[in-house]
């Protein structure tokens, strides 16, 4: 049955006429302990709703829409290995990815958490290798430089990772240099490429497929680097001694050159964007040492653990999705804010905008039927101090109405005897709160506001989350990461859609497959739209 023609949607679309005539203020007026009310935790991690334009009744009427549309069944199919990813027919098991060593999951009469487990002692063993200077270089000389190609999902996450993780890089990987490149038309690669010593240089090519245009393009580009720069080396030397290949093709792996010794494996399970939990996750792993990474999978589980487990009234990711629903589907909110209010946290904003909107970017329903209802929002942000002097003025006074998600950490600094970056903490702390504030409840906060010209005045109304960490590590980031993969699912359970596959994606891929013949060297005569035909033609001329 579609998901707004049950019972409980049809009841919160009553309870949201009166509702959507509410103001933040009014119902923080009404309920003047609303933070005790609204706000739940796990484990040191917080999350508050009091500032949504909610109600208990409205968390009533939520959990039971997620009750009729199966979410508790929808749970256990997942963590079990159903085939939840039915348009690729598998299952999608992340979860499995962070499972602790003991636990048994059968898949085709396979226990995978025992390949997972034995993938990550293959992975230690080359973080070892690297940090303790023992992978060496064509010259001889040990690695101090590692640089990541990929794209999507196997560069977003361990690029965000290694930002937002940096404090608690290994003392074994302080000499340990790490970068990321993932443009296709080769500018970062080659602006890098130019600071870089080959003979102290590991590349690692992370393509799940190992046939992405973009990854392969810029390996390509790596290895022709290499051999001009060591004439004296054999192409097999080389790739053995500077390229690691991780992917779900093997074979694919070995064709480019990868010797078998230099890969580490996942498998088609892994949805890219969900992936950096796996031996994708290598560029973190070298940032952390192997106990940071094991942390980082011990928080995410943990969340999982919570899930999986918790009653729907006090669960993080159902409560958290279902605020996204009540704003989405029935107070017509399709924009939504990630602002992370931690310089360490600035690549979240985009982080999030592939896992949600490639997951549930989608219009039919897992009967391959339209859907007459919105599904996810449009998603963007910036590090909120940064956003504070460029798109607040659209939240505080423009016609868009946007939910808004703060994320920050209670403790940084602690540990220090720097009164200075104590201060700038608090600071910052104030910032996030004051703004989440305003956009809530308007200037409602100030006194003799409502005497000001319009122009001055701040209307608030903006649903606001906010997520708090007691301090930002390892375990709390993989709590944080999880929540919002679960959260992803839970939203799209009650869309009726898959969020696993991203058919979206391919199409612009085969069409510029298409395209390079006409660019190309032969430049054949170009049979497209008027459009794409004139712009090839003016790109021809020009290049003549």
């Known amino acids: 049955m579609p998901a707004n023609e ?10 949201a006429y009166y509702m959507s005539q509410s103001h933040i203020s009014t119902l923080f007026r009404e309920e003047t302990d609303r933070f005790s009310l609204y706000t739940f935790e796990q484990n040191k991690f917080l999350l508050d709703l009091s500032k949504q334009r909610i109600t208990e009744e409205t968390l009533a009427l939520l959990i039971k829409l997620a009750e009729e549309k199966g979410l508790q069944q929808w749970i256990q199919k997942l963590f079990d290995g159903d085939h939840v990813n039915d348009s690729e027919d598998r299952p999608a098991l992340h979860t499995a990815l962070r499972t602790p060593a003991d636990r048994i999951l059968s898949i085709n009469d396979k226990n995978i958490i025992d390949e997972v487990h034995s993938n990550l002692s293959r992975m230690e063993e080359i973080v070892e290798r690297i940090h303790s200077g023992q992978w060496r270089g064509f010259t001889g000389h040990s690695i101090d430089t590692v640089v990541n190609i990929g794209v999507g999902g196997s560069d977003l996450g361990p690029f965000m990772a290694c930002k937002a993780l940096a404090e608690n890089q290994a003392d074994t990987a302080k000499s340990l240099k790490i970068h990321f490149v993932s443009s296709m038309d080769g500018s970062q690669l080659a602006e890098l490429l130019s600071e870089l010593n080959p003979a102290r240089t590991l590349f690692v090519i992370s393509s799940k497929s190992f046939t992405t245009i973009d990854t392969l393009a810029n390996a390509q580009t790596a290895k022709e680097w290499l051999k001009k720069s060591s004439y004296a080396a054999s192409e097999e030397t080389l790739i053995s001694r500077h390229f690691i290949g991780v992917s779900a093709n093997p074979d694919k792996v070995c064709e480019w050159g990868i010797p078998k010794s230099n890969q580490l494996e996942f498998w088609d399970w892994t949805g890219g964007r969900y ?7 290598l560029p973190i792993a070298l940032k952390l040492g192997m106990s940071g990474f094991r942390e980082f999978l011990n928080g995410a589980h943990e969340m999982d653990e919570h899930f999986r487990n918790a009653a729907f009234s006090e669960n993080l990711p159902v409560l958290l999705a279902m605020a996204g629903i009540w704003n989405i ?66 939240l505080h006074q423009g016609t868009e109405a946007v939910m808004c998600d703060f994320i920050v950490a209670a ?38 506001a409502e005497s000001a010209p319009a122009f001055k005045r701040y209307k608030g109304n903006q649903p606001c989350t906010t997520i708090m960490l007691d301090e930002l590590n390892p375990f709390s980031f993989g709590q944080l990461i999880a929540l919002y993969e679960h959260k992803v699912f839970v939203q799209s359970v009650i869309w009726d859609i898959n969020p696993f596959d991203q058919w979206g994606v391919e199409l612009g891929k085969k069409v510029a497959t298409s395209l390079l013949d006409a660019l190309g060297t032969e430049r054949k005569q170009p049979d497209f739209d008027s459009s794409t035909n004139g712009l090839i033609n003016r790109i021809t001329e020009r290049g003549e």
């Not at 602690?414 to 409840?441: G, K, V, Y």
């Open 275 to 281: 992936s950096m939990w796996s031996t994708i996750g």
């Open 329 to 394: 589907n029935f107070l017509n909110i399709n924009a939504h804010a990630i602002l992370p209010y931690d310089g360490r946290l600035s690549h979240i904003p985009a982080y999030l905008e592939q896992l949600e909107m490639e997951s549930n970017g989608k219009s039919v329903d897992r009967q391959g039927n339209n859907v007459d209802y919105k599904t996810c929002p449009i998603l963007w942000g910036e590090v909120g101090t940064n956003a504070q002097h460029a798109f607040y003025q659209l």
């Open 411 to 448: 403790r940084r600094y602690h540990d220090t005897n720097n009164p200075e970056l104590q201060h700038q903490h608090q600071l910052n702390l104030a910032n996030c709160l004051a703004q989440s504030r305003i956009l809530a409840l308007g200037d409602s906060v100030l006194e003799g």
């Open 6 to 15: 049950s019972v409980a949607w049809n009841d919160l679309q009553s309870h």
